[in-house]
């Protein structure tokens, strides 16, 4: 097994390149990816960007001319990564919103894969459990359902 004791400890500037938007300069925040090319921009960046053009800020390869935002996926797994990379930022991104939504005077939506709701209900023949959840815009409902035997 190779050990990895000597190699030099890689820097957060060294990674920068890869978890920083090339449209606002910041770290990836809601990270979606171009699926023609695969470049990775701020979810906010790059709709703002395709309402005015139609090609990758990177690359200039053409998306789609009517319905570019068609043409963008979210990218959890390099969302996960930026968070992990750069401590603290998923939390000052969650405090951020938070302050948007109440100077907006409105509530906060649930965060992704926050817990929404929890609702239990009870009989003689069966308990229940139903939980909301938020998880890519979408709101799920589990429901755990116990029979009681007699």
């Not at 990270?31 to 800020?57: G, M, Q, W």
């Not at 963008?72 to 938070?98: A, G, H, N, W």
């Not at 459990?129 to 029979?147: E, F, G, P, Q």
Request: charged share 25%; net charge positive; aromatic share 12%.
């Amino acid at each position: 097994m190779q050990s990895y004791r000597n190699e030099p400890p890689v820097l957060l500037a060294d990674l920068n390149e890869y978890i920083t938007c090339k449209l606002c300069k910041g770290y990836l925040i809601d990270a979606v990816s171009i699926t023609e090319c695969l470049h990775p921009f701020c979810k906010s960046c790059i709709v703002k960007y395709l309402n005015e053009r139609y090609d990758c800020p990177s690359c200039g390869i053409l998306i789609h001319q009517s319905h570019p935002l068609n043409y963008i996926s979210f990218d959890r797994t390099l969302q996960d990564i930026v968070y992990k990379v750069v401590p603290d930022l998923r939390k000052k991104e969650k405090l951020l919103r938070e302050s948007f939504y109440r100077i907006m005077g409105k509530s906060p939506p649930a965060s992704e894969g926050e817990l929404q709701s929890l609702r239990w209900s009870f009989s003689n023949a069966s308990r229940s459990v139903y939980i909301n959840y938020l998880y890519d815009s979408s709101t799920y409902t589990i429901l755990i359902k116990t029979v009681i035997k007699t």
